[in-house]
């Protein structure tokens, strides 16, 4: 015989909820409207915008001031430059210049030492040396700053050679020079 099934014994299915109602659902409380508050309701907000703006004002102010005033160092500065410039420009052509009467002074103890011919090589290098000093005298600043950078473009390389010489030789002269004190 077959066992019949027990109410106690059997589980009910759950039953599916019903659908809410579209008017069912709780409305929110309506909510008073707000009165418009007036413009000194906030008196440090406006305080504060206040002193915001005057500071920002104050600030453009000294940056200016300070730009103006850094122009002016700056033009000092430039001026005090290109003065140290030419007067270093003069230095130099003058000491071109003696190295060329040196050389040429010198080229005479050279024919009777070597010969005639290691002579007239001093004696052009001399000349090239008082051309050199020459053409630093007749030049402004500019002109020898354009010309030294067309050089350094086409010739690199001569013009570090150049340079390592003029180093070395402000080298040994301020070495010479230290020692003498």
Same mark, same amino acid.
């Given at each position: 015989?077959?066992?019949? !099934? *027990?109410?106690?014994?059997?589980? +009910?299915?759950?039953?599916? #909820?019903?659908? =809410?109602?579209? $008017?069912?659902? /709780? &409305? @929110?409380?309506?909510?008073?409207?707000?009165?418009?508050?007036?413009?000194?309701?906030?008196?440090?907000?406006?305080?504060?915008?206040?002193?915001?703006?005057?500071?920002?004002?104050?600030?453009?102010?000294?940056?200016?001031?300070?730009?103006?005033? !850094? *122009?002016?160092?700056?033009?000092? +500065?430039?001026?005090?430059? #290109?003065?140290? =410039?030419?007067? $270093?420009?003069? /230095? &130099? @052509?003058?000491?071109?210049?003696?190295?060329?009467?040196?050389?040429?002074?010198?080229?005479?103890?050279?024919?009777?030492?070597?010969?005639?011919?290691?002579?007239?090589?001093?004696?052009?290098?001399?000349?090239?040396?008082?051309?050199?000093?020459?053409?630093?005298?007749?030049?402004?600043?500019?002109?020898?700053?354009?010309?030294?950078?067309?050089?350094?473009?086409?010739?690199? &390389?001569?013009?570090?050679?150049?340079?390592?010489?003029?180093?070395?030789?402000?080298?040994?002269?301020?070495?010479?020079?230290?020692?003498?004190?």
């Amino acid at each position: 015989m077959a066992k019949a !099934a *027990t109410p106690a014994t059997k589980k +009910a299915a759950p039953r599916p #909820r019903a659908p =809410a109602k579209a $008017g069912a659902t /709780k &409305a @929110a409380p309506a909510r008073k409207p707000v009165k418009a508050k007036a413009a000194t309701a906030h008196p440090i907000r406006d305080q504060l915008a206040a002193t915001r703006d005057t500071i920002k004002s104050e600030a453009s102010k000294k940056a200016a001031s300070l730009k103006g005033e !850094a *122009t002016t160092l700056k033009n000092q +500065a430039s001026a005090k430059a #290109r003065d140290a =410039a030419a007067k $270093g420009k003069d /230095k &130099a @052509a003058e000491a071109v210049g003696s190295l060329a009467k040196l050389l040429e002074d010198s080229a005479g103890t050279v024919d009777s030492k070597f010969g005639k011919q290691y002579g007239d090589y001093a004696r052009s290098a001399a000349a090239t040396v008082a051309g050199l000093a020459s053409t630093l005298d007749k030049k402004d600043l500019d002109e020898l700053a354009a010309s030294t950078r067309d050089m350094v473009k086409k010739n690199p &390389a001569i013009a570090v050679g150049a340079a390592t010489v003029i180093g070395f030789v402000l080298a040994r002269m301020l070495k010479g020079g230290s020692n003498n004190d």
